[in-house]
């Protein structure tokens, strides 16, 4: 007997299960880019993960709001006395209103960097 398929609703191609519509708790549309609560429809017997036209537009935008938001330099650590340095570019110190003289924090994070925060 032929299963009825609902209309307007996405189906796995692998399983022919109707997918549910989901919120993805974070997703990277774009490299880099991690976005939360993503719009989806999840396929619960295999886990399939498919996403309408409008979701696929929904996350471009989103993804291109963060960029315009998030910037980032790469610069070389140099040597100034006994100290490292690593120089903070000036289209960075007028988004953070960093201030010559002012004081600032810097803690590890893991193995893997450092967060340097207004002190």
């Known amino acids: 007997m032929a299963k009825q398929m609902k209309e307007n609703v996405p ?17 990277e549309y774009e490299e880099g880019y991690v976005m939360h609560n993503a719009s989806a429809f999840r ?46 570019p000036h289209e960075l110190a007028e988004h953070l209103n960093l201030k010559q003289g002012q004081k600032v924090k810097v803690f590890p994070i893991a193995q893997d960097g450092l967060m340097v925060r207004k002190a």
Do not use: H, W
Not at 54 to 62: I, L, P, V, W, Y
């Open 43 to 88: 396929c619960n017997k295999c886990g399939k993960v498919f996403f309408t036209e409008a979701q696929a537009k929904e996350m471009k935008a989103r993804t291109n709001e963060l960029k315009e938001y998030t910037f980032g330099f790469e610069r070389k650590v140099i040597v100034s006395g006994k100290s490292l340095v690593v120089g903070i």
């Open 11 to 27: 189906y796995c191609a692998k399983c022919d299960e109707e997918m549910q519509e989901v919120l993805l708790p974070k997703y």
